[in-house]
């Protein structure tokens, strides 16, 4: 069989508040470095480091922009466009005090510049210069996104300056759609909190809960006040209602012990800087959402020069980086977790990822090796261990390190850790134990959600087409394979599956018309181009089939498909023997795709594995 396969704004403004639901991971770990990024030179003229700029801003390399527009500008200082773009590099890398001096500059030219102006507000919070900040806010630029942000800033800095009469009245400005309520209401609430008026914290802060118990940040905010207040009680009912519904994540677990062994919670905010930096967290977050990645890092890099240790903040702003395909930078961010954040842990399982990713696999082992070392009992570093070496093929030992995580599980609830059966049956397939694959992943079927559709349709897809492959429970295959089109009509490998147990049927025009589907949505894919190849072949369309093989060959197959491919090349198919199906099997109705199928779920850590190919 071939290896399996990895997978990998201000509207809805409860998204400003969410953040990842990721496994707990409450242990914590020393702060690791981490390479220094990548050196860039310079060009040697004006028109080289502008073009390289441009590239690299294309690219979403922040780093090279701004090192090149840096470049830039020194070449054509007078440049007002040349500056703006190298102003918004600037920031993006980080390097805020330059980019604070491009500001300077760029609002003596343009004083509506709204970014500019922005920056320079922020400088003038993070100083305690609150009249000069809202001076700077109230130059920006208009609109629904400017307001909102000029107005949350505008009433931290009279928080800041201690005028909370004042503050609530800027807040209270903001009004709109309902999670425009939500969100007034929970920065209210912390202005309250934070200059002393407790009753109107506790009026702002519970209505922001009751009109959203699933966002954590609010959860957080109401339970931290309500903890702080002499309330225990209700903080504790907050966090677990919404630890029932999204289970174990780490600041949930990390407030509930405490408050279970009788510990204080800090205030969630303890100053007008912090304050604003959520402001801007909240921003960054809801752009990273939307696919927003650049405005999103520029948001959360200045909530970061409020607030460094703000560990969402960072935790999101490496998530982003991730996602902009900068794995090196994301690293360097992750690193600067605070030891004290619940998020800790996380962020160092992430670095040993992260350095799979950048093909530093045995770095990754390594690292997560000693990391497991050092927290043995943790679930989540032993099977994102095992996730890295399932990743570079050392199934037998991530089948090894995935057994000792199931073996932690105790009398935790075996649904919430489905994918380490899921993970352990992949790595018995592929070590050749089938008997122990199958068993696991009939395990990780029976356990996985329903609201977890992706997953569903990646074990039914996997368990099931292993089942054609070795020609076994063909007909139970063949419904399986159809339940997993019908949760995920769109995944090509799915569809591959559900075109090659057509093959094995011997219903070679089923199988091209499923194929055929597969090869549109994953034409790179050389186990769906040989799978074709056979469809077509068998269906007395040799010269296609032909074409399909070779085509499959030059996609790099595993070597052990490759030989196979190099044979039918020479000598096509050999004669047709009788298919392991019933002879009677009538062709089942297609499944009707469903309109608008919902969100997938993915399994955590490496992705999902897909099991296709023959």
Same mark, same amino acid.
Do not use: C
């Given at each position: 069989?071939?290896?399996?396969?990895?997978?990998?704004?201000?509207?809805?403004?409860?998204?400003?508040?969410?953040?990842?639901?990721?496994?707990?991971?409450?242990?914590?770990?020393?702060?690791?470095?981490?390479?220094?990024?990548?050196?860039?030179? +310079?060009?040697?003229?004006?028109?080289? =480091?502008?073009?390289?700029?441009?590239?690299?801003?294309?690219?979403? *390399?922040?780093?090279?922009?701004?090192?090149?527009?840096?470049?830039?500008?020194?070449?054509?200082?007078?440049?007002?466009?040349?500056?703006?773009?190298?102003? @918004?590099?600037?920031?993006?890398?980080?390097?805020?005090?330059?980019?604070?001096?491009?500001?300077?500059?760029?609002?003596?030219?343009?004083?509506? =510049?709204?970014?500019?102006?922005? $920056?320079?507000?922020?400088?003038?919070?993070?100083?305690?210069?609150?009249?000069?900040?809202?001076?700077?806010?109230?130059?920006?630029?208009?609109?629904?996104?400017?307001?909102?942000?000029?107005?949350?800033?505008?009433?931290?800095?009279?928080?800041?300056?201690?005028?909370?009469?004042?503050?609530?009245?800027?807040?209270?400005?903001?009004?709109?759609?309902?999670?425009?309520?939500?969100?007034?209401?929970?920065?209210?609430?912390?202005?309250?909190?934070?200059?002393?008026?407790? @009753?109107?914290?506790?009026?702002?802060?519970?209505?922001?809960?009751?009109?959203?118990? =699933?966002?954590?940040?609010?959860?957080?905010?109401?339970?931290?006040?309500?903890?702080?207040?002499?309330?225990?009680?209700?903080?504790?009912?907050?966090?677990?209602?919404? *630890?029932?519904? /999204?289970?174990?994540?780490?600041?949930?677990? %990390?407030?509930?012990?405490?408050?279970?062994?009788?510990?204080?919670?800090?205030?969630?905010?303890?100053?007008?800087?912090?304050?604003? !930096?959520?402001?801007?967290?909240?921003? #960054?977050?809801?752009?990273?959402?939307?696919?927003?990645?650049?405005?999103?890092?520029?948001?959360?890099?200045?909530?970061?020069?409020? !607030?460094?240790?703000?560990? /969402?903040?960072?935790?999101?702003?490496?998530?982003?980086?991730?996602?902009m395909k900068a794995p090196d930078r994301a690293?360097?961010?992750?690193?600067?977790?605070?030891?004290?954040?619940?998020?800790?842990?996380?962020?160092?399982?992430?670095?040993?990822?992260?350095?799979?990713?950048?093909?530093? #696999?045995?770095?990754?082992?390594?690292?997560?090796?000693? @990391?497991?070392? &050092?927290?043995?009992?943790?679930? *989540?570093?032993?099977?994102?261990?095992?996730?890295?070496?399932?990743?570079?093929?050392?199934?037998?030992?991530?089948?090894?390190?995935?057994?000792?995580?199931? %073996?932690?599980?105790?009398?935790?609830?075996?649904?919430?850790?489905?994918?380490?059966?899921?993970?352990?049956?992949?790595?018995?397939?592929?070590?050749?134990?089938? +008997?122990?694959?199958?068993?696991?992943?009939?395990?990780?079927?029976?356990?996985?959600?329903?609201?977890?559709?992706?997953?569903?349709?990646?074990?039914?897809?996997?368990?099931?087409?292993?089942?054609?492959?070795? =020609?076994?429970?063909?007909?139970?295959?063949?419904?399986?394979?159809?339940?997993?089109?019908?949760?995920?009509?769109?995944?090509?490998?799915?569809?591959?599956?559900?075109?090659? $147990?057509?093959?094995?049927? #011997?219903?070679?025009?089923?199988?091209?018309?499923?194929?055929?589907? $597969?090869?549109?949505?994953?034409?790179?894919?050389? &186990?769906?181009?040989?799978?074709?190849?056979? !469809?077509?072949?068998?269906?007395?369309?040799?010269?296609?089939?032909?074409?399909?093989?070779?085509? !499959?060959?030059?996609?790099?197959?595993?070597?052990?498909?490759?030989?196979?491919?190099?044979?039918?090349?020479? %000598?096509?198919?050999?004669?047709?023997?009788?298919?392991?199906?019933?002879?009677?099997?009538?062709?089942?109705?297609?499944?009707?795709m469903p309109k608008g199928a919902p969100a997938?779920?993915?399994?955590?850590?490496?992705?999902?594995?897909?099991k296709s190919g023959g």
């Amino acid at each position: 069989m071939p290896a399996p396969r990895r997978g990998r704004a201000l509207a809805a403004l409860a998204l400003l508040l969410t953040v990842s639901t990721a496994p707990a991971l409450a242990a914590r770990l020393p702060v690791r470095e981490v390479a220094p990024p990548q050196s860039y030179e +310079p060009a040697d003229s004006l028109e080289g =480091n502008f073009l390289a700029a441009y590239i690299a801003g294309a690219s979403r *390399d922040t780093a090279a922009a701004a090192t090149y527009y840096r470049e830039a500008v020194k070449g054509d200082p007078r440049n007002a466009e040349l500056l703006e773009r190298s102003f @918004v590099a600037l920031l993006a890398d980080g390097s805020l005090p330059e980019a604070f001096r491009a500001a300077e500059k760029l609002t003596q030219r343009d004083g509506a =510049n709204g970014l500019a102006q922005l $920056a320079l507000g922020v400088q003038k919070i993070k100083a305690k210069q609150y009249g000069a900040a809202r001076q700077n806010l109230q130059r920006g630029g208009k609109g629904a996104a400017a307001d909102l942000t000029s107005t949350l800033l505008t009433a931290w800095s009279y928080a800041g300056a201690g005028d909370g009469k004042k503050a609530l009245e800027t807040i209270n400005k903001l009004k709109g759609e309902r999670y425009y309520n939500v969100f007034r209401d929970y920065h209210a609430g912390l202005i309250a909190a934070l200059v002393g008026d407790k @009753v109107e914290a506790e009026r702002r802060l519970k209505s922001a809960y009751d009109s959203d118990r =699933n966002t954590l940040r609010i959860v957080d905010a109401y339970g931290r006040f309500e903890a702080e207040s002499g309330r225990p009680d209700l903080a504790v009912a907050a966090y677990q209602e919404f *630890d029932n519904v /999204l289970p174990r994540h780490p600041i949930v677990r %990390d407030a509930l012990d405490k408050l279970k062994a009788g510990k204080p919670l800090t205030p969630l905010i303890n100053s007008a800087q912090e304050g604003a !930096a959520e402001v801007l967290y909240g921003l #960054g977050s809801a752009g990273t959402s939307q696919g927003d990645e650049l405005p999103a890092v520029v948001y959360l890099r200045l909530a970061l020069y409020l !607030a460094p240790e703000h560990s /969402l903040a960072l935790l999101t702003l490496a998530d982003t980086l991730e996602r902009m395909k900068a794995p090196d930078r994301a690293n360097e961010v992750f690193a600067r977790m605070p030891a004290s954040s619940p998020l800790k842990l996380n962020a160092d399982i992430q670095i040993g990822l992260n350095l799979e990713q950048m093909g530093k #696999g045995e770095e990754a082992i390594t690292h997560l090796d000693q @990391v497991a070392k &050092t927290y043995p009992n943790d679930i *989540d570093v032993i099977s994102a261990l095992g996730n890295v070496q399932r990743s570079r093929k050392k199934y037998a030992e991530s089948a090894q390190t995935y057994t000792k995580a199931i %073996d932690l599980i105790g009398d935790q609830p075996a649904r919430n850790y489905w994918t380490l059966y899921y993970f352990r049956g992949t790595s018995y397939e592929r070590a050749k134990e089938w +008997p122990k694959a199958e068993a696991d992943l009939k395990k990780a079927l029976e356990l996985v959600p329903t609201t977890q559709p992706n997953g569903r349709a990646q074990v039914l897809n996997y368990l099931a087409y292993s089942w054609v492959d070795q =020609n076994q429970n063909i007909d139970e295959a063949f419904r399986m394979l159809k339940q997993a089109v019908d949760l995920q009509p769109r995944d090509g490998m799915i569809i591959d599956s559900l075109g090659w $147990a057509y093959y094995r049927l #011997g219903r070679w025009d089923d199988a091209v018309r499923e194929l055929e589907k $597969a090869i549109e949505l994953k034409p790179g894919d050389p &186990t769906i181009n040989d799978h074709l190849g056979d !469809a077509y072949w068998r269906a007395g369309r040799r010269l296609e089939g032909k074409f399909q093989w070779q085509h !499959a060959k030059d996609l790099n197959p595993e070597p052990e498909d490759l030989a196979k491919i190099e044979a039918k090349l020479k %000598d096509g198919l050999p004669e047709l023997e009788k298919p392991a199906a019933t002879a009677d099997s009538q062709p089942a109705p297609q499944p009707e795709m469903p309109k608008g199928a919902p969100a997938p779920t993915e399994p955590p850590a490496m992705g999902t594995e897909t099991k296709s190919g023959g």
